[in-house]
């Protein structure tokens, strides 16, 4: 296993839209598990493939390993490959997001607060899921990744001009996270 540098969300690779993955083979799944490795060494909660440069259709989730909703049960870590949201709900919540990508970088974000979704699991088996709270948070926030959407760009216009400084200091590598960060320019944040 191995620990991946994390892409800055200024690298053109989190913008590509990611391709669907046709079989599961040794290499994808050592991606995972390389993945999983990646983000719990980062303390984050949830990874897409293209936040590590490859540009496929690949989320990890584990809501436990945040300090978030320390009472809760949370589901069990999840690989969802080819994730695709069918439904949002009408009802939106407000929620402080982060992301490994951006680091050091967290705003309050409006989204939909139940979702269905359907992905393949490894063993390319079809699940449809109905999920609500944290986890239906870090699945849209997952999946707008592979559609090459960062969660920045979803903020209100006035905080999205009260983030630009923090932002541009994240982009020119001024704020350097405990992790290994590949940024725009494909160099190793040093
Ligand atoms: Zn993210």
Redesign the pocket.
């Known amino acids: 296993m191995a620990f991946l540098p994390v892409y800055n969300c200024y690298h053109p690779v989190l913008k590509k839209k990611t391709e669907k993955i046709k079989e599961i083979n040794g290499e994808i799944d050592k991606l995972v598990r390389d993945m999983f490795e990646t983000m719990y060494n980062a303390e984050g909660i949830?990874?897409?493939a293209n936040?590590v440069g490859i540009s496929k259709s690949l989320i990890i989730i584990d809501t436990s390993a945040g300090n978030i909703d320390e009472q809760k049960k949370h589901p069990p870590p999840m690989a969802m490959i080819n994730p695709v949201i069918e439904s949002f709900s009408d009802e939106e919540i407000e929620f402080n997001e982060g992301?490994?990508?951006?680091p050091k970088f967290y705003e309050k974000v409006w989204r939909p607060s139940q979702i269905q979704v359907k992905y393949w699991d490894l063993d390319m088996k079809e699940h449809v899921l109905e999920v609500d709270n944290l986890l239906a948070r870090v699945i849209q926030?997952?999946i707008d990744?592979l559609n090459g959407i960062?969660?920045f760009e979803k903020l209100t216009p006035i905080r999205r001009t009260l983030a630009r400084n923090k932002l541009k200091n994240i982009k020119n590598g001024k704020v350097k996270p405990d992790y290994k960060m590949i940024l725009s320019d494909g160099s190793l944040l040093k």
């Not at 992301?99 to 951006?102: D, R, W």
């Open positions: 949830g990874l897409a936040q992301c490994l990508s951006i926030h997952e990744h960062l969660f």
